[in-house]
């Protein structure tokens, strides 16, 4: 059995994630440079070139930087490589959005998490191709610009963010651009949503943390490496992410190897309340 481990604290964490998927974000965007062929796993999900060279060099710098922490990544599970667990874990997601890579539009996202007791309490979400990176940490989120490789700063050098207030607006939706189904149109009518737009990756979870978006419904297969470190983020602006019955969803969940319920993520609680009530 794994030993209880205490994690290292939220500012040593963010640091090393934030410089890692900054790293990790170079080698994704010299992938998208060139010419690159996206082969389907066994579930039929793709992947390419850029899913396992950035997944080798984060899951080496952390194990490297959180000796005993368990990293759970998303190609190495796909090939069987599972830690044991215990109450903390990292889950990472060295591209999501592979397919938004694959059409060269920019809308994905390195996801790096710790899973602290279930809830993601630590994360960090980078948009490569867009030079723009997202942090939770202590409880509060916060963005900042940082090219590829580039020099990230301190977090409290980052600026703030945080959700907005519904109040008697019609609630804006962002949904999938590549999962949209007649199930999620459905649940958006019965949450009377009008208006929406689309993006891809972990990127919804962040607009709603920036306050341009105020809800994202799914419905349809997540894993928890796809989203822990966008709820991480929301959840650290002031919004809430949970199942379709109100209730809270549980990282780290192995023997349900890693899938996500159904979800809404919303940007104004008390909102929330009303809505799935």
């Not at 890579?101 to 994360?123: M, Q, S, W, Y």
């Not at 949450?191 to 105020?214: N, P, V, Y």
């Not at 809270?248 to 890693?258: C, H, N, T």
Request: glycine content about 8%.
């Amino acid at each position: 059995m794994r030993p209880i481990l205490l994690a290292p604290d939220h500012a040593a964490l963010a640091e090393v994630f934030t410089r890692v998927a900054v790293e990790a974000g170079a080698i994704v965007m010299a992938v998208y440079s060139q010419e690159f062929t996206v082969r389907a796993k066994a579930d039929r999900s793709p992947v390419c070139d850029a899913d396992e060279k950035s997944e080798a060099l984060i899951v080496a710098r952390l194990e490297s930087a959180f000796p005993g922490l368990p990293v759970v990544a998303e190609e190495s599970v796909a090939r069987g490589l599972v830690p044991d667990l215990g109450p903390d874990l990292i889950l990472v997601d060295p591209l999501d959005g592979t397919r938004e890579f694959a059409k060269r539009n920019g809308e994905f996202t390195i996801n790096i998490a710790l899973v602290h007791d279930g809830e993601p309490t630590c994360a960090v979400v980078y948009a490569p191709a867009r030079g723009r990176l997202w942090v939770a940490q202590d409880g509060a989120a916060y963005v900042c610009d940082v090219p590829p490789g580039g020099q990230v700063p301190a977090v409290s050098d980052m600026q703030p963010i945080h959700v907005r207030a519904l109040g008697s607006r019609d609630p804006v939706a962002v949904v999938s651009r590549s999962h949209r189904n007649d199930a999620t149109e459905a649940l958006m009518q019965q949450l009377g949503i009008k208006d929406m737009r689309e993006a891809g990756s972990a990127l919804k979870f962040c607009l709603i943390a920036e306050g341009d978006a105020d809800i994202y419904p799914r419905i349809g297969r997540t894993m928890e490496w796809d989203i822990a470190a966008g709820d991480a983020v929301l959840r650290a602006a002031g919004g809430i992410v949970t199942k379709l019955d109100g209730s809270s969803l549980v990282y780290g969940r192995r023997d349900l190897e890693f899938a996500c319920p159904d979800f809404i993520a919303f940007g104004d609680r008390a909102a929330a309340l009303k809505l799935v009530d």
